[in-house]
């Protein structure tokens, strides 16, 4: 399955520990993810991450496109309610996107946890039937 991720700055530290924490899961699915968020997930987690723009130059948007063609399976984006980003009309694309197309997206760490999981026991593979 393909995973979409993206954390905050204030949650980078807890995206690299939830993907050194899940690489096991993680490894066996192709990630996508903002510019930084990307290169800081490879650099602690040894994961092979394909890496878009960072957030706020693009990558989010990016993100969406893939989305908006149905080539996402699930959204991780780590995200942080206290401080209002200057790109926030496209965070809330994603949002949107997501309920649009029917892709399961976690905002914070307990949904994240909940998702790879299901993943992990193919609890997600209805999600197959929507590619075809």
Not at 58 to 64: K, V
Not at 116 to 121: D, N, P
Request: with cysteine; aromatic share 6%.
């Amino acid at each position: 399955m393909n995973i979409g991720m993206i954390a905050h700055d204030a949650k980078k530290k807890l995206m690299q520990n939830f993907c050194i924490a899940y690489r096991g899961i993680l490894s066996r699915h192709t990630l996508y993810a903002t510019g930084t968020t990307g290169r800081l997930i490879e650099e602690v987690a040894n994961l092979t991450v394909h890496k878009y723009l960072a957030g706020h130059l693009g990558g989010t948007q990016q993100l969406g496109i893939q989305i908006e063609h149905n080539q996402i399976d699930m959204v991780i984006f780590l995200r942080d309610p206290l401080t209002p980003k200057s790109h926030e009309p496209d965070v809330s694309d994603i949002f949107q996107l997501c309920d649009k197309h029917n892709i399961p997206l976690a905002t914070n760490l307990a949904t994240a946890e909940l998702l790879v999981k299901a993943l992990e026991r193919g609890d997600l593979d209805w999600r197959d039937l929507f590619k075809n």
